[in-house]
């Protein structure tokens, strides 16, 4: 991200189902949340209710109003490295975390 700050992700599966995370390097968790994968034309989508969303403290108060009553991920592949996540009003290009 422009303040050199990074949003790190992660997808994965947490008690038997789809969870993703988003966590703002040296702010904390951004938001978590528990949803279900779609397909669709361009890509795929994560899928969540205002009731799976959970907001942290690195939440700005427009990403609690943008998606507060639910909403979906969109995410398209741009290369063998490179993940465009999107959302209301946000989008961010995410490269793999070699370890």
């Given at each position: 991200?422009?303040?050199?700050?990074?949003?790190?992700?992660?997808?994965?599966?947490?008690?038997?189902?789809?969870?993703?995370?988003?966590?703002?390097?040296?702010?904390?968790?951004?938001?978590?949340?528990?949803?279900?994968?779609?397909?669709?034309?361009?890509?795929?989508?994560?899928?969540?209710?205002?009731?799976?969303?959970?907001?942290?403290?690195a939440a700005s108060w427009v990403?609690?109003?943008?998606?507060?009553?639910?909403?979906k991920f969109t995410l398209t592949?741009?290369?063998?490295?490179?993940?465009?996540?999107?959302?209301?009003?946000?989008?961010?290009?995410?490269?793999?975390?070699?370890?």
């Amino acid at each position: 991200m422009d303040d050199g700050k990074p949003l790190m992700v992660s997808i994965h599966e947490k008690e038997g189902a789809l969870f993703v995370e988003f966590i703002k390097t040296r702010e904390g968790l951004w938001a978590e949340s528990f949803g279900v994968i779609c397909k669709t034309d361009v890509g795929l989508e994560i899928r969540f209710t205002g009731e799976q969303i959970h907001f942290g403290p690195a939440a700005s108060w427009v990403l609690r109003y943008a998606l507060g009553n639910g909403g979906k991920f969109t995410l398209t592949r741009l290369g063998p490295k490179k993940l465009r996540i999107a959302t209301a009003g946000w989008t961010g290009i995410f490269n793999p975390n070699d370890k």
